[in-house]
């Protein structure tokens, strides 16, 4: 178990980091806190500043104004190979005409370390490649090729791997494999990870904290539930999974809870879901905790309640099936439900009320838009 305080001394602190080129503004006065030995995911769409994020912490680009530090120790103007960071790409680059063996000694025999057999048999066992050692990078498929890529970037024992979309090239069902392989490894090395990454799924799989940019910024950072459970904006609640927003307006304010009106109905959310002071507000529930009825079937006191909607489409997707909601104000909105087979699944054109516990409301700020 590392030691608190010695972790503490080895977190990686981004101090008001901002990146320009020319007047276009990548990175936005940043302030972030990555505990050393967590796994951190930088998620977001393309263009977002991510990459270049990461590539500031590599020192591969310089901040135009800001610092990073590891611990109490500024690493802002260091070389790239002077830091204790290293990174592994998406496109794995590795020496095609080096066995496995040597492309993950390379770094050791350049540092003249000793035991690279010892050191580099460890970490070929570690991403389970002891058997490839002397097979080239062609010879092998493209998850193992990026577990290569991991151990060598490893074998240094850096302070901090960064990790830019490593999964991006590989099939859904690798990349699915290979997330739960990148946590285990993390988990067992106890390095800190920052994982640049577009795929919500992906950063909810992995990471300990996640860090959701939106142009240059960060909107919410927080751990994976937590941020999916608890929005504070629409753009995190429409990145992580699927939202149903309902424009509504706030009618009554408890220390505990608030009332709004929603297209004529009373609805309520939890005062510690209100991320907004205007009156003018989206109630957000996620797709899960919603449950369909028949319409008129079922009073469940103390839910909220949406009725009026017809079942539009069905789809069967395994272990849930989702429906699509047209709702009287024109809106769609979407239910998941498990499929445990305790009643037929509504069809097409059933007329459905919409109920969910108060607690898995969240309120959010509509103000500033009309979408
Ligand atoms: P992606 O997932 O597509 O890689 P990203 O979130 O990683 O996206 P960045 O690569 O960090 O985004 O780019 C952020 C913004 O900065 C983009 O609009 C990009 O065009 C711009 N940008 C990045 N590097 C440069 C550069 N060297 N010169 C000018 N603009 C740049």
Redesign the pocket.
């Given at each position: 178990m590392a030691d608190p305080e010695q972790a503490a001394a080895d977190d990686l602190h981004l101090v008001g980091v901002t990146k320009s080129?020319g007047s276009?503004t990548?990175v936005d006065n940043l302030d972030l806190t990555v505990p050393a030995g967590s796994f951190f995911a930088l998620l977001?769409p393309?263009?977002?500043?991510?990459?270049?994020?990461l590539r500031m912490i590599a020192g591969l680009e310089e901040p135009s104004r800001g610092e990073i530090r590891l611990g109490s120790s500024s690493i802002t103007g260091l070389r790239p190979y002077k830091r204790p960071v290293n990174t592994v790409f998406q496109n794995y680059a590795l020496f095609p005409h080096l066995d496995i063996f040597e492309n993950v000694a390379f770094g050791l025999r350049r540092r003249g370390v000793k035991d690279v057999r010892a050191k580099v048999s460890e970490m070929l066992d570690l991403v389970e490649l002891g058997s490839f050692a002397r097979r080239r990078p062609a010879q092998l498929s493209g998850g193992q090729q990026q577990r290569v890529a991991l151990a060598r970037a490893l074998i240094n024992r850096p302070q901090v791997l960064l990790l830019d979309e490593p999964l991006g090239a590989l099939d859904l069902k690798l990349r699915r494999q290979m997330q739960i392989e990148l946590k285990r490894i993390q988990t067992e090395v106890g390095i800190t990870f920052v994982h640049?990454t577009?795929d919500q799924e992906e950063a909810m799989t992995m990471a300990d904290t996640i860090a959701v940019m939106n142009s240059g910024v960060i909107d919410q950072l927080g751990a994976p539930a937590g941020l999916y459970e608890n929005p504070r904006t629409t753009y995190v609640a429409n990145f992580l999974g699927q939202s149903n927003l309902v424009r509504a307006r706030v009618t009554r304010r408890t220390s505990d809870l608030l009332a709004v009106d929603a297209h004529g109905s009373r609805l309520t959310a939890p005062a510690a879901r209100v991320h907004t002071r205007s009156d003018e507000v989206w109630i957000g529930v996620r797709p899960e905790k919603v449950f369909l009825s028949r319409a008129g079937t079922e009073a469940r006191s103390g839910a909220n309640l949406l009725a009026g909607g017809i079942v539009r489409d069905v789809c069967f997707v395994g272990v849930s099936t989702q429906y699509f909601v047209a709702m009287p104000w024109g809106q769609e909105l979407v239910v998941f439900e498990q499929n445990t087979g305790a009643r037929d699944v509504l069809t097409s054109g059933t007329l459905v009320d919409l109920h969910w516990a108060s607690a898995h409301s969240f309120l959010l700020d509509a103000a500033q838009d009309s979408s």
């Amino acid at each position: 178990m590392a030691d608190p305080e010695q972790a503490a001394a080895d977190d990686l602190h981004l101090v008001g980091v901002t990146k320009s080129f020319g007047s276009f503004t990548a990175v936005d006065n940043l302030d972030l806190t990555v505990p050393a030995g967590s796994f951190f995911a930088l998620l977001g769409p393309s263009g977002c500043g991510k990459t270049t994020t990461l590539r500031m912490i590599a020192g591969l680009e310089e901040p135009s104004r800001g610092e990073i530090r590891l611990g109490s120790s500024s690493i802002t103007g260091l070389r790239p190979y002077k830091r204790p960071v290293n990174t592994v790409f998406q496109n794995y680059a590795l020496f095609p005409h080096l066995d496995i063996f040597e492309n993950v000694a390379f770094g050791l025999r350049r540092r003249g370390v000793k035991d690279v057999r010892a050191k580099v048999s460890e970490m070929l066992d570690l991403v389970e490649l002891g058997s490839f050692a002397r097979r080239r990078p062609a010879q092998l498929s493209g998850g193992q090729q990026q577990r290569v890529a991991l151990a060598r970037a490893l074998i240094n024992r850096p302070q901090v791997l960064l990790l830019d979309e490593p999964l991006g090239a590989l099939d859904l069902k690798l990349r699915r494999q290979m997330q739960i392989e990148l946590k285990r490894i993390q988990t067992e090395v106890g390095i800190t990870f920052v994982h640049v990454t577009h795929d919500q799924e992906e950063a909810m799989t992995m990471a300990d904290t996640i860090a959701v940019m939106n142009s240059g910024v960060i909107d919410q950072l927080g751990a994976p539930a937590g941020l999916y459970e608890n929005p504070r904006t629409t753009y995190v609640a429409n990145f992580l999974g699927q939202s149903n927003l309902v424009r509504a307006r706030v009618t009554r304010r408890t220390s505990d809870l608030l009332a709004v009106d929603a297209h004529g109905s009373r609805l309520t959310a939890p005062a510690a879901r209100v991320h907004t002071r205007s009156d003018e507000v989206w109630i957000g529930v996620r797709p899960e905790k919603v449950f369909l009825s028949r319409a008129g079937t079922e009073a469940r006191s103390g839910a909220n309640l949406l009725a009026g909607g017809i079942v539009r489409d069905v789809c069967f997707v395994g272990v849930s099936t989702q429906y699509f909601v047209a709702m009287p104000w024109g809106q769609e909105l979407v239910v998941f439900e498990q499929n445990t087979g305790a009643r037929d699944v509504l069809t097409s054109g059933t007329l459905v009320d919409l109920h969910w516990a108060s607690a898995h409301s969240f309120l959010l700020d509509a103000a500033q838009d009309s979408s």
